[in-house]
């Protein structure tokens, strides 16, 4: 019904999918939309910008947010979420409390701030909003930094250290974990990005612990301290959910994020989640995880808008992947590196790749050079997730023989053997 009222909580990617999918199907509905901050930010750009490789404008793939509000007629409000009652159907931002037909939380996911940061000695930077960078970028602009420290071998990490190292910052790169990529990464992979790091002189060390960022640097336990000028936190993020009611029975179930359905509802009817703030469908465990990729972001929030207005429609998910460009190269890697399988590598001069089967099914992949392959790996792995008897295609297969891969291997991920690879 046109007299409908529709809350959205944040405005990044799943928040404008969700505003957008509700606003065609219901032309005259009012639509508000919650969010303190700018919106419509893509976080994984913040470096680009750092770099000089992008304006400021263009870490903003949809456009500006007052103008994208002004094109769908949204109500932006901006005013940080205080409450939901969820058994209300109710915000409270700004002093006023409004009631709504359904509701979206989008609220997004903030940068990890441990405690050791709250009481450094040397400048510390994150690097997940806009302001993040335009600090980052203007303090390299404006001191002499010499040295120094990320904090977390991460995606985000490594193009942080690719920012110092292009502003001809001495780098040393650390984590808790014993190698870098912990979670997307086989181990043999993980040698091979190091010495990447070490041919441009950046000094990657692993299975450390932080003590605190004191006078001298950062201080470690059982090691010397690490000399810097200015340290990095990229060790993850947490999602923005402190407007949930503090009675766990009154507010929607969550774990590391707001667990949500095929619809992306959540265990509050008519209250839904998408974006880095929920756990959704991991296609390949058959649970549920926080998967923070821009398209799931869109995908959900395609699908939350969709069942807001009462339009079925369900999203089963994705498997998690990742992919950064950095020194000149580009990692990709798609599925749970800890899965065990039969196993295959193959190198060549344009990439090293490392394949884990499971009864003949791809089930992950590390990619490192030859980027080209990696969407059609992942395509694959997919396929083989839904259909486990399902081939490959031929322009696939035709793809991947041109990037070195063997007959043989083709046909173990799913060639066709009677195909154009025998």
């Known amino acids: 019904m046109e007299t409908d009222r529709y809350g959205i909580i944040g405005f990044g990617c799943a928040g404008y999918h969700a505003a957008k999918t509700i606003r065609r199907f219901r032309p005259r509905a009012q639509i508000d939309i919650f969010e303190s901050g700018r919106g419509l930010l893509n976080p994984m750009l913040t470096t680009y910008f750092v770099e ?51 509701i979206l939380i989008a609220s997004g996911a903030s940068a990890a701030v441990p405690p050791f940061a709250k009481t450094a000695s040397k400048p510390v930077f994150f690097m997940r909003t806009e302001q993040d960078a335009q600090l980052l970028k203007e303090y390299l602009q404006r001191h002499s930094v010499r040295r120094a420290v990320v904090i977390g071998a991460s995606m985000v990490g490594i193009k942080v250290t690719e920012a110092l190292f292009l502003a001809q910052v001495e780098t040393v790169l650390l984590d808790g974990a014993p190698q870098i990529f912990p979670l997307a990464a086989f181990p043999s992979m993980a040698g091979k990005i190091e ?8 000094e990657l060390r692993c299975g450390v612990r932080v003590l605190g960022i004191g006078a001298g640097g950062v201080e470690l336990a059982d090691q010397a301290d690490v000399p810097c000028d200015i340290v990095c936190l990229c060790v993850g993020t947490r999602a923005n959910l402190d407007f949930l009611p503090a009675d766990g029975a009154m507010a929607p179930e969550t774990r590391r994020g707001v667990v949500v359905n095929t619809r992306m509802e959540t265990s509050c009817s008519g209250v839904f989640a998408a974006g880095d703030c929920c756990e959704g469908g991991n296609l390949q465990t058959g649970g549920t995880a926080p998967i923070g990729l821009w398209a799931n972001a869109a995908a959900q929030g395609i699908c939350a808008g969709s069942n807001m207005v009462g339009m079925s429609r369900e999203y089963y998910g994705t498997i998690p992947h990742n992919t950064a460009r950095f020194l000149g190269t580009t990692f990709a890697g798609a599925g749970d590196p800890s899965y065990e399988g039969e196993r295959f590598m193959l190198s060549t001069r344009e990439m090293d790749l490392e394949l884990v ?20 790996l992942k395509s694959i792995l997919l396929k083989r997730i839904l259909s486990p008897d399902g081939e490959i295609s031929d322009c696939q297969q ?13 046909n173990k991920i799913g060639g066709d053997k009677n195909g154009i690879c025998i």
């Open 398 to 410: 035709a793809i991947l023989k041109q990037a070195g891969l063997t007959k043989d291997l083709i």
């Open 195 to 202: 010495e990447v790091l070490q041919k441009h002189g950046i």
């Open 52 to 102: 000089g490789k992008l304006d400021q404008p263009q870490m903003y793939p949809f456009g500006d947010p007052d103008s994208v509000c002004g094109e769908l007629s949204l109500n932006l409000v901006r005013a940080k979420v205080e409450q939901l009652r969820p058994e209300r159907m109710e915000i409270t931002a700004g002093g006023m409390n409004q009631r709504y037909t359904s």
């Open 357 to 376: 089967l499971d009864g003949g099914q791809l089930i992950c992949f590390n990619l490192l050079g030859n980027s080209r392959i990696s969407g059609v």
